[in-house]
């Protein structure tokens, strides 16, 4: 297969699987198992940029920041810029050591501009922060102005999560790429912000889906390929039935008639298809250590509109 330019999307579990402790360690830990995934990429001859998830990190940021002012929360936009550099910074640390720094590698803050008048903020959906039971969630919610609903078994706090528009950091990205790094960038699908009437930006309370900043990320700067990276295998047909069977091929019109779970694999289906339908060559979706044998078509499940 020919080089490629790729964008990979980190799933939640690259640094942070469910029931895990957010500790530092743990997520070091998990940081450097996905670095060898991604250098697999990279050794293949592949450009490559990264993006991830950062909804557990931006959850206790929160806890922490209400704990120290509860009468000042720090807005999520800020904890997003530092959750986007933290978890930036395992990455970039773990990448290099696994390619034996043999290739520059960077992370950059990303803004990505929100409507200011999207429904989302009046609808919040995003999950953020750990899980609690239902009694303590109402209670954390009726004490601190949150948004909170059932996640599976347990409740966690929702956001709002507006639709990517914009990415106007592309140029400082494009000159990265042009030099030969490998960028990580969008962490937990950017950093939330709204332009003003004199064309300022100024951050905004949101957490952007990441999978749609990925999605609009690869458009934007043209890339052969979307790689969803997750701790599953495939997109499954009769998903959670006795008749579950994974998919390997799968086009846009063919996704559009699957029934898949809302709080997982259907955003990713959907911002497969997103990128397909505009320009892109092919989007996988998969395991994040398949992440070479998704991109070759051995693995996982391959969403594209041509003839590969």
């Not at 912000?193 to 458009?219: F, H, M, P």
């Not at 320009?279 to 992440?291: F, N, P, T, Y």
């Amino acid at each position: 297969m020919r080089p490629m330019l790729v964008v990979a999307a980190l799933g939640g579990n690259a640094l942070l699987r469910r029931g895990e402790p957010v500790t530092a360690e743990v997520q070091r830990a998990n940081a450097g198992r996905a670095a060898v995934a991604l250098a697999g990429l990279v050794r293949a001859g592949h450009d490559l940029v990264i993006t991830h998830g950062n909804g557990p990190q931006v959850g206790l940021l929160a806890l922490q920041g209400a704990a120290f002012r509860p009468d000042a929360p720090e807005p999520l936009d800020m904890l997003g810029a530092e959750t986007e550099g933290m978890i930036g910074y395992l990455i970039e640390q773990e990448l290099e050591n696994a390619l034996e720094h043999d290739r520059p590698v960077a992370v950059l803050l990303t803004q990505i501009v929100v409507d200011a008048n999207d429904p989302a903020f009046a609808n919040p959906t995003k999950f953020v922060g750990p899980v609690y039971p239902e009694a303590e969630a109402r209670t954390l919610a009726a004490a601190r102005g949150w948004v909170v609903a059932a996640d599976g078994a347990k409740w966690r706090r929702v956001v709002a999560s507006p639709k990517p528009q914009e990415i106007p950091d592309l140029a400082v990205l494009r000159l990265l790429l042009g030099q030969g790094v490998v960028v990580i960038c969008a962490g937990g699908g950017g950093i939330p912000v709204v332009r003003r009437a004199d064309g300022s930006l100024i951050g905004v309370e949101a957490v952007i889906d990441k999978d749609q900043a990925s999605a609009l990320l690869a458009t934007a700067i043209k890339a052969d390929a979307l790689l969803m990276l997750t701790d599953v295998a495939a997109v499954f047909r009769d998903f959670g039935t006795d008749r579950a069977a994974p998919i390997s091929r799968l086009t846009p019109d063919a996704a559009a008639a699957l029934t898949l779970p809302q709080g997982s694999m259907a955003p990713k289906v959907t911002a497969a298809c997103d990128f397909v339908h505009g320009g892109g060559r092919l989007a996988g979706i998969g395991r994040l250590e398949d992440a070479v044998a998704i991109l070759n078509g051995t693995a996982g499940t391959l969403v594209t509109t041509k003839t590969i």
